[in-house]
């Protein structure tokens, strides 16, 4: 473990008791010590100051997805001026790996005095409203004994991947396979993969990041795909904080600048994504091919469907396609007929010799942490909820979700949500209220309802597998999860809190 983070691991205090017992009170309790929840924290005690709080994390380190991936090469997929925090300048490479996201975070927690309010090793396991107490009672699991906490706000910031196991298809013949298979999910640290031919299987940003970072070691490394996917090679710096940097401005005036460029970068992309698809695609596409050349380009690199349709992934460097070019990674695109006991079959009849087999098939979608939900004594359905704005829920009070962007960094959410949430909270001790769920309002009755997010717009297999499990989504911005940060950094801090949305006691 980092030396900070073994710093930042400090119990928090007992607070207050409820009814006596054991069971400690807070104004608000916090799921999760991640992105989302350390940047919760710090915005909760910055513009709620009176609230007491406390933060549940289920692992024993900070961190979360940066905690518990510890893959070969696990970095950001997102540029790090805008996955880090507004309060905070990032000063190093766009693209980062964990340790140095993990040092981060600590120095975050270390800065603010967030230590004191987490408690490490808290899975929390179920949480239960009732509206004659205006309170949620929360239990968590610590150290094989049963922990509970009352609190008057739950603001769930655990994130969306289920970390105790990534999503891997069933196979045929996969137990007859002699060598190892492993999600990076659950990946072995002390797994030895020097001198051994290794095929990852899929071709997104887990892939990118494997491939490259074992291909020194390995005897070779094979990536199978079903399809292509997109990539953007991109060297691991940015021009305009290099030059901003030696100019002697203020560090936060330096990344506010950076990071407002790095949005409108990514919000053109994603707009061409939608208004010239083709020709953004030919951009993305030449980026891949004077790595790799045409022939390559087309028969590996070339997917079907439109940019940004799923997430692109970015090659720091190109070093995917270095490798590539290097001789020491080879990309496949075929499908799986079975596994057999020297490497995995495919439906072309060639045979993918293998020692270990990385299965970088995506994860299992997390909805609410797979937390136990009761409302006034009936278990919630969340996915019969209709959202709003992709973060509060019909017939749910008193909680807020932070589920981030799928194109743009997760961190420019969460903290657009976290100033909403202190927001209504100082909105609801002004009003004297207790409580605040929201409620369709009487225009919003006969509204259609759909999936979270059009499958037209995203459909990535973890989203596609786990829509089910989420909430409705209606036809009004206000009632769906855009997408769109470029409208929400706007929106979020013009609403109204007395709209008719919003229903006090």
């Known amino acids: 473990m980092d030396d900070l983070a073994t710093e930042t691991l400090q119990p928090a205090p007992a607070p207050s008791r409820a009814g006596g017992d054991d069971t400690e009170h807070f104004d608000v309790l916090i799921v999760g010590a991640g992105i989302s929840g350390i940047g919760g924290a710090h915005h909760l005690k910055v513009q709620c100051p009176d609230r007491s709080y406390v933060v549940l994390e289920a692992q024993a380190a900070f961190g979360g997805t940066w905690q518990s991936h510890r893959f070969p090469g696990i970095r950001s997929d997102s540029d790090l001026y805008t996955f880090g925090y507004r309060f905070k300048p990032w000063v190093g490479p766009p693209i980062a790996s964990a340790p140095e996201i993990r040092r981060y975070l600590g120095e975050v927690i270390a800065e603010n005095d967030l230590a004191r309010h987490i408690r490490y090793g808290h899975k929390v396991r179920s949480a239960v409203w009732s509206s004659a107490d205006n309170r949620w009672t929360i239990t968590a699991e610590a150290d094989g004994r049963e922990a509970r906490f009352t609190a008057g706000f739950l603001f769930m910031c655990q994130g969306y991947f289920r970390h105790e196991e990534g999503y891997t298809p069933d196979w045929p013949g996969m ?21 051994k031919r290794v095929v990852i299987i899929g071709s997104g940003a887990t892939a990118a990041t494997m491939a490259p970072a074992m ?22 710096a940015n021009e305009m904080y290099d030059q901003l940097k030696p100019l002697g401005l203020d560090p936060l005036l330096v990344h506010e600048i950076v990071r407002r460029k790095v949005v409108v970068d990514m919000d053109t992309i994603t707009r061409r994504s939608f208004e010239e698809p083709e020709v953004l695609s030919q951009e993305l596409l030449a980026g891949v091919e004077a790595f790799v050349g045409p022939e390559q380009r087309a028969k590996h690199f070339t997917p079907t469907y439109r940019p940004w349709r799923q997430r692109i992934a970015i090659l720091p460097d190109g070093d995917m396609l270095e490798a590539i070019r290097a001789g020491k990674v080879s990309m496949v695109t075929d499908h799986i007929d079975r596994f057999v006991p020297g490497g995995i079959l495919l439906k072309s009849g060639e045979v993918l010799e293998a020692d270990i087999v990385a299965t970088a098939t995506g994860f299992n979608l997390s909805v609410l942490g797979d937390i136990d939900f009761v409302v006034d004594g009936k278990p919630l359905a969340f996915h019969e909820t209709v959202t709003y704005r992709g973060m509060m829920f019909t017939g749910v009070p008193n ?66 597998r786990g829509q089910h499990l989420l909430p409705q989504a209606g036809d009004k911005p206000e009632w769906r999860h855009t997408q769109d940060y470029w409208r929400e950094k706007d929106d979020f801090p013009a609403i109204d809190l007395e709209d008719e949305v919003f229903k006090y006691a």
């Open 399 to 464: 909680m807020a979700w932070v589920f981030g962007y799928l194109r743009n960094s997760w961190t420019l959410r969460s903290e657009l949500i976290a100033d909403f949430v202190c927001r209504m909270l100082n909105h609801m001790a002004e009003k004297g209220a207790k409580r605040v769920e929201v409620a369709l309002r009487g225009q919003d009755h006969n509204m259609p309802l759909g999936p979270w997010i059009d499958p037209e717009n995203f459909n990535g297999g973890y989203i596609m």
């Open 175 to 195: 137990d007859s396979f002699k060598g190892v298979i492993a999600h990076p999910e659950n990946w072995p640290e002390s797994l030895d993969y020097k001198g």
């Open 215 to 236: 291909a020194d070691d390995a005897a070779h490394v094979t990536v199978l795909q079903r399809s292509p996917t997109y990539y953007i090679p991109q060297p691991n």
